[in-house]
Nanobody, 121 residues
Framework: QVRLVESGGGLVQAGGSLRLSCAAS????????MGWYRQAPGKQRELVAT???????NHADSVKGRFTISRDNAKNTMYLQMNSLKPEDTAVYYC???????????????WGQGTQVTVSS
């Protein structure tokens, strides 16, 4: 069984910082792309940032210059450093990973359970 567990969410004032982590555990042969998504109340889930296995990144325009995605392949862990937080960043943040459990298996996408980020004005 594969699990993705997010941590690091919480309540912060506008202008503050948080660092989210997403740890993958279980039977894992390889992890390809990983990503952070968020969903605010009453809104659709949206892409925040993605990172490939070789470290290429993509950030949504709304977070460019403020958020930075990174990963530690040795630890099967991904991070999201969030600086200059705004009230509109308030959402549940989810991580996902495209991975293979075994060499013969196809790549599947797994999701974490989410972590709440609340930014007060």
């Amino acid at each position: 069984q594969v699990r993705l567990v997010e941590s690091g969410g919480g309540l912060v004032q506008a202008g503050g910082s948080l660092r989210l982590s997403c740890a993958a555990s279980g039977i894992i042969f390889s992890i390809n792309a990983m990503g952070w998504y968020r969903q605010a109340p009453g809104k659709q889930r949206e892409l925040v940032a993605t990172i490939t296995s070789d470290g290429s990144t993509n950030h949504a325009d709304s977070v460019k210059g403020r958020f930075t995605i990174s990963r530690d392949n040795a630890k099967n862990t991904m991070y999201l450093q969030m600086n200059s937080l705004k009230p509109e960043d308030t959402a549940v943040y989810y991580c996902n990973a495209d991975l293979k459990r075994l060499p013969i298996e196809s790549i599947r996408t797994y999701w974490g359970q989410g972590t709440q980020v609340t930014v007060s004005s």
